[in-house]
């Protein structure tokens, strides 16, 4: 049985937290939306108070804020508010890719309109919040997955004889994408996208927010995790995959203990994952997941 084909988390590390390239200037970016406020240094108090309330469903926008503030090339936060002034909703862009955060009270039109006439190209956070704004763009696809926490890594993966694992740095962002590009999980998310923008943002997460570890067959990668959007509390694993010809031996399970491991040994508390493989859930609930609610993603067909 193949586990590790579907042994996937999708989304934000490297090409697996999304699809996209920053914006450019014919996205019309600059437009303004009545009810849409860009957020600034001054708003952090209120930003983390708000996404405190669901933490595991908005490590994204946690990591992007800690490893890149209101002010950056690759990360923007927009607010929305209800009647009485409190923030009803968020959307944070990492290079074209959206995170959303929102409550009932949210203009789900208002905001399905701000995100087409920006050029998103992907959208995440809770499924249901995500359906609802998919709903309403034209063109745009949803799947939902299971969203796993770990507070304690559980069990171990030992390699067999003859393979190497190690950590990946910036300078492995093209044998990163190499691989990527072979599963047949994460189609969706290079189709229509050029391949040096996904190394750009892969390199961007391997030097700021992330780190890899791969599992080697001599000099070859064979299989791979990532970990993305860290920071002082959490980090989220993505990018789980391992190649057709070397599935069903643990690889990808090591990676993602060596992830794993390595995040808690820097201080932080818990992890998260999404995931819809059953069989890929079971192994990542050996190692110390449990279920906490469902994440979904969509983006144009």
């Known amino acids: 049985m193949a586990v590790e084909g579907t042994f996937i988390a999708e989304q934000k590390g490297a090409a697996c937290r999304g699809r996209g390239r920053p914006p450019r200037p014919e996205d019309n970016v600059e437009k303004e939306w009545k009810g849409m406020e860009k957020l600034t240094e001054q708003n952090r108090a209120e930003v983390e108070a708000y996404i405190s ?62 995100l087409q006439a920006r050029g998103a190209q992907y959208l995440s956070g809770k499924e249901a919040d995500v359906a609802a704004l998919a709903a309403r763009m034209p063109g745009w696809k949803l799947r939902g997955t299971n969203l796993a926490r770990m507070d304690r890594l559980a069990g171990g993966a030992a390699l067999p004889e003859g393979f190497s694992l190690r950590m990946l740095g910036p300078q492995d962002a093209q044998e ?97 994952l999404f995931y819809d493989n059953p069989a890929a859930g079971r192994i990542y609930h050996a190692l110390g997941f449990a279920d906490v609610g469902r994440f979904g993603m969509a983006m144009p067909e």
């Open 176 to 272: 990163v994408i190499g691989l990527e590009v072979q599963i047949d999980e994460f189609a969706d998310i290079f189709r229509g996208v050029d391949r040096e923008e996904k190394v750009e943002e892969c390199r961007e997460n391997l030097t700021r927010g992330g780190h890899a570890f791969g599992v080697y067959d001599g000099d070859r990668l064979v299989a791979l995790a990532e970990t993305t959007a860290e920071n002082s509390v959490s980090a989220m694993v993505v990018g789980v995959a391992t190649l057709p010809g070397w599935r069903g031996r643990g690889f990808a399970r090591a990676c993602v203990h060596a992830a794993a491991a390595h995040s808690f040994a820097a201080g932080r508390r818990y992890l998260c």
């Open 53 to 114: 309330a669901e933490p595991e469903y908005n490590v994204f926008v946690q990591g992007d804020l800690e490893n890149y503030g209101f002010e950056s090339k690759t990360v923007e936060i927009f607010g929305t508010r209800a009647a009485d002034g409190a923030l009803c909703a968020l959307l944070l862009r990492y290079f074209n890719n959206y995170c959303l955060c929102m409550s009932g009270t949210a203009p789900v039109e208002e905001l399905a309109a701000f």
